[in-house]
């Protein structure tokens, strides 16, 4: 029996070997040796496998991409090395260049385009998708797709992308799929065989650093664990937070008299625990601190503290770096990005990273941390997605962050996530994460956090509008449909209903062993218990409303007492007579007594706590079905007890047997009064005869109101008899099976046969539920598309054809908003302003400030920009889809500022909220979309331009759907044929201008950005 480890050894001598040279040379170009998962993803990959590989941050998945790249060179085929970031691709491709040459690499992504015909290319993975719906003639050779981070799969916004890739991609190309660690790897694996062909998973959990984990507790460091398998909690650190408790149970806040208080830790003050750190020699450090302003503030602490990590020689190069690297901004503009705090913190060795931050400033920061001039970094978790930038230790101030709505407590993938950034590969033997305590902070919950060390890759794909229209173009609706089924998003769902369809089957199969023991040689006994089941039914049915209208029949008759009644109690503790004093509280006095009696409590009453409920908490149900919504009637008992009556009381109506005048001085208080008002009702009684004390036909004279009984005046009529009742017993009686003398076993079997029928039955419905999932989505989402003539059957219409460029997460609303020529006429700064709404999201919620807009046609058109998204808004509610979020105005007043040319201070200036960071994130992605537009709009070889000048052709899509009758009013979303063109024409002129007008100054410097 061999060890793994001689496996392995005999497995690396193969990969060595002569018939292996591509490997062999690959291996040349690296000064370390490859780990066992690196060598085994590329023999996988040698092989013409394609490869899912799972493995720690900072392990060195790269390598196993690097392969591909050189397989494809030797091979004489292409290489695409996709990113999710462009900042990745930027890093990627200046590798990449600097092992190759720029001739044989290129870069693609929305803000480069550089050798787009190069056999290597980095490009972000929305390039591909792109690239591969439009039908890119750069696909022709295409070897191996590198698929770097994918599991930004699960990303909400864009992780549909990497699954359309992967569905899409030609047969031949081979995908090497990079991952950080994720628990499910092999079901994700599975599914990348099952729809790409042979693919190798390779998982690795070993991080490539050890990793030591710690919480820091005023000056002291306490080790988390204390034994290597990570289990043990330092039992110091529970004596820590038991002493906390402690305190803050016997103590809290009480102010010190005299002698010594043992005190609470205090919180840790931030430049305290840098200079802790670099004391213990743990710098370089990131701190993550989950809010922009928190980073900031942090920065100004250590600088105000004085703190200095940098030696004056550092100070220089720091300096020279960072004006090297911003010389490009325009000098007017530093004051405002704050170059001088900024630059002050970084020759101390301090700085803050987060997105809200100007991308050239954050560049500088990696450049100088990665050097180890920079070791004190006070970032947000965006650092911790992507970028490249481990350090020694990594701090977390706290263990829940503001999610927006709540603080949610970090999970253990993003603690994961974050401490996986601790630990440089050949430079620090082992990485630290350091917690810093806090009041209440349970060490078992860190440690929990800190032990489980992944978390799932789960889909977040859904077809999208601009997916159902590429995808139907390029394959047609039934292939599309079938395509996305192969989806790792229906792979999952179908994993999620395998459990239930085993059951199905079970179950099954147990009924059909029931079904056999049931039979019976005199008949069909199936066919015999479902007439037992149905009679059972019924009759339960039946006893139900019975019991309801005798409930309805007794409210209603204690709504209608008067004081002075004598009734008669029928059940409960207070059967007997009893003379009614008060009648129920919300018993309508002078009415006439007839249905509909809902006092004014009726319903609306339902609810008030403490109203209703005098008596054994019945009261309140009774109303359910009455609307006798009160307490019941106040009664002097035979007993000359003062009691309140409830409906309970009543398992029949309440019975007047006679009337007495109560005495106006009566007082139920006064035992005098009972006891005189009781004599009197009893002398009553009996003067009447001893009949009167038992039941009384009803119909007599003494009832009021006539000849009718008053209690079936209020009385609903009873049920029609149970006729089909009848018929059900006849038929039961009449049936073969009812005269066997084994009739009882077999139903007994017959009964467990169709209770374990309705089970499977809803285990059918759920897992109908969820099969097709996605397809039966993307049906829907067609239907709204051929509802607005985007598609025609598996035609793709002209206006579809421009949607298919649309990439946006408001393409619908975009294409329509070009469709009905809502942005004709503008000026590029107003359709700037416009499109804005689309491209932009603020951070926070509604802050209700109205934005402000600019003069002119903008605000117009936006109104009608919202109205259009209203109206969308409703068909995707008719047809249960919800994609399309309300258009964003927040950017509306900066977008236009900047494309009319104001300067970057003034443009901030007017918008506070908004920081150097956010201001051109969002002018990206304004440019972004601006360009979908441009190049949507223009007629391309596929779209035919009808002359605009001509009227709407009847026989186009849209005749279909517009009203026939021309005095109907029109429809909102009937497509407005006739305007597309020529009105876009101008829009995709009008929105390069507005890109041109953007792209300057603060735009123009940082190209290379997220
Ligand atoms: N076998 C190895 N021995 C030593 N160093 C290595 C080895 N493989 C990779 N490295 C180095 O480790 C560092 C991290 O590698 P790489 O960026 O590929 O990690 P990664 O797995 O892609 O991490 P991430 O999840 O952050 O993307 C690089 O500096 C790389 O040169
Ligand atoms: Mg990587």
């Not at 100088?368 to 001039?373: D, E, N, P, T, W």
């Not at 049936?735 to 003398?741: L, V």
């Not at 107003?830 to 499109?835: D, G, M, R, T, W």
Request: a neutral charge; hydrophobic letters at 40%; charged letters at 25%.
């Amino acid at each position: 029996m061999t060890t793994p480890a001689d496996r392995y050894a005999s497995f690396r001598e193969r990969q060595a070997e002569p018939e292996n040279p591509e490997f062999a040379s690959f291996r040349a170009l690296y000064e370390f040796d490859f780990d066992d998962f690196q060598v085994a993803a590329c023999g996988a990959l040698g092989g013409g496998n394609g490869v899912l590989v799972a493995a720690p941050t900072g392990s060195g998945k790269t390598v196993v991409g690097e392969y591909a790249v050189h397989l494809a060179l030797a091979q004489g085929r292409k290489c695409f090395y996709t990113t999710p970031i462009k900042a990745l691709s930027n890093q990627k491709y200046a590798d990449l260049v600097r092992r190759y040459d720029s001739q044989t690499v290129g870069l693609l992504t929305g803000d480069n385009s550089i050798n787009s015909g190069a056999p290597v290319v980095v490009m972000t993975t929305e390039v591909l998708r792109n690239m591969l719906y439009t039908g890119s003639t750069a696909l022709a050779g295409l070897g191996y797709v590198v698929l770097d981070e994918v599991h930004y799969l699960a990303d909400r916004s864009r992780g549909a992308v990497w699954e359309e890739v992967i569905i899409h991609l030609p047969e031949s190309v081979r995908v090497v799929a990079l991952s950080a660690t994720v628990s499910n790897a092999e079901e994700f694996g599975e599914w990348l065989d099952q729809v790409r062909g042979g693919t190798a998973v390779i998982v690795d959990e070993q991080r490539p650093v050890p990793l030591w984990q710690h919480v820091l507790a005023g000056n002291r460091l306490y080790d988390l664990f204390t034994d290597d398998e990570h289990t043990r909690v330092n039992s110091e650190l529970l004596r820590v937070a038991q002493r906390d408790t402690w305190i803050e149970r016997k103590a809290p806040g009480r102010p010190v008299r005299g002698g010594r208080r043992p005190r609470r830790f205090p919180l840790t003050y931030r430049p305290d625990v840098i200079a802790r750190l670099d004391a213990s020699g743990l710098l370089p450090a990131i701190t993550f601190i989950f809010s922009r302003a928190g980073c900031n503030a942090a920065v100004e602490q250590c600088l105000h503290a004085g703190l200095r990590l940098t030696t004056p020689e550092e100070v220089e190069v720091i300096q020279r770096t960072a004006e090297r690297r911003t010389a490009d901004i325009p000098p007017e503009d530093l004051a405002v990005l704050g170059y001088g705090e900024w630059l002050d913190g970084l020759r101390r060795g301090i700085a803050a990273h987060h997105a809200g931050m100007l991308p050239a400033f954050k560049e500088v920061v990696e450049e100088l941390f990665a050097a180890g001039l920079v070791r004190a970094v006070f970032a947000t978790e965006t650092l911790a997605l992507g970028i490249n930038m481990p350090a020694r230790t990594v701090v977390i101030e706290k263990l829940d962050k503001w999610n927006g709505e709540t603080h949610a407590n970090l999970t253990a993938g993003e603690y994961t996530q974050l401490t996986g950034r601790a630990g440089r590969r050949g430079i620090d033997v082992e990485g630290h994460a350091v917690v810093l305590w806090q009041p209440g902070m349970d060490p078992g919950a860190v440690a929990g956090l800190a032990s489980t060390r992944t978390y799932p890759l789960n889909s977040s794909f859904r077809p999208s509008y601009n997916m159902a229209v590429n995808l139907t173009g390029w394959a047609g609706r039934a292939r599309a449909s079938a395509l996305l089924e192969s989806s790792f998003a229906q792979f999952q769902a179908d994993r999620g209903v395998m459990g239930l369809t085993r059951q199905v089957r079970k179950n099954h199969q147990v009924m059909a062993e029931l079904a056999a023991a049931m039979s019976c040689e005199k008949g069909d006994f199936a066919e015999y218990a479902q007439i037992r089941r149905s009679l059972s039914e019924r009759e339960g049915d039946l006893s139900r409303a019975r019991a309801t209208s005798r409930r309805a029949e007794a409210a209603k008759s204690l709504s209608l007492l008067r004081p002075g009644d004598i009734i008669r109690v029928p059940g409960g503790r207070r059967a007997g007579l009893a003379v009614v004093l008060q009648p129920g509280l919300h018993s309508a006095r002078g009415s006439d007594g007839g249905n509909g009696r809902q006092g004014p409590g009726g319903y609306r009453d339902h609810g008030h706590p403490g109203n209703g409920r005098a008596e054994g908490g019945h009261a309140a149900d009774d109303r359910t079905f009455t609307g006798f919504a009160g307490p019941g009637p106040l009664v002097l008992t035979e007993g000359r007890q003062v009691k309140r009556l409830a409906v309970a009381d009543f398992p029949m109506p309440a019975e007047v047997i006679d009337k007495i005048r109560i005495p106006g001085s009566f007082s139920p208080r006064s035992p005098q009064h009972r006891k005189d008002l009781a004599a009197t009702m009893r002398n009553r009684l009996d003067s009447a005869g001893p009949g009167e004390r038992t039941r009384k036909p009803p119909g007599t004279p003494r009832s009021r109101g006539g000849a009718t009984p008053r209690f079936q005046r209020g009385a609903t009529p009873p049920d029609p008899p149970g006729d089909d009742v009848a018929e059900l017993r006849r038929q039961m009686r009449r049936h073969p099976c009812h005269d066997c003398p084994e009739r009882e076993d077999h139903a007994r079997y017959a009964e467990r046969y169709m209770r374990l029928r309705r089970e499977t039955e809803a285990l059918e419905r759920r897992v109908a539920g969820r099969s097709h999932v996605i397809a039966r989505t993307f049906d829907r989402v067609c239907r709204v598309l051929e509802r607005l003539s985007y598609l025609d059957g598996d035609t793709v219409t002209p206006d579809g054809q421009r949607l298919a460029r649309l990439y946006s997460e408001l393409d619908l609303l975009a294409a329509e908003c070009l469709r009905r020529g809502l942005w004709d006429g503008l000026s590029p700064a107003e359709l700037a302003a416009c499109v804005s709404a689309l491209s932009f999201e603020s951070r926070q919620a509604d802050d209700a400030q109205p934005p402000r807009l600019p003069k002119g046609p903008v605000p117009e058109a936006l109104a009608a920009t919202i109205r259009t998204w209203g109206e969308l808004d409703q068909l995707e509610k008719d047809n249960e889809l919800s994609f399309l979020r309300e258009p964003d105005l927040g950017f509306a007043w900066a977008a236009y500022r900047w494309a009319r040319g104001a300067r970057l201070e003034s443009v901030l200036d007017e918008s506070p909220d908004l920081t150097p960071g956010d201001f051109v994130r969002s002018v990206k992605q304004l440019i972004d979309l601006l360009d979908q537009i441009a190049s949507a709009t223009p007629a391309n070889p596929k779209t035919p331009s009808p002359d605009p000048s001509a009227p709407a052709d009847p026989s186009a899509p849209a005749a279909s759907l517009a009203p026939a009758d021309p005095s109907a009013p029109a429809d909102p979303l009937a497509p407005a044929a006739s305007l597309a063109p020529a009105a876009s024409r101008t829009v995709a002129a009008t929105a390069r201008s507005a890109i041109e007008a953007m792209r300057r100054g603060v735009i123009a410097y940082s190209a290379v950005a997220d």
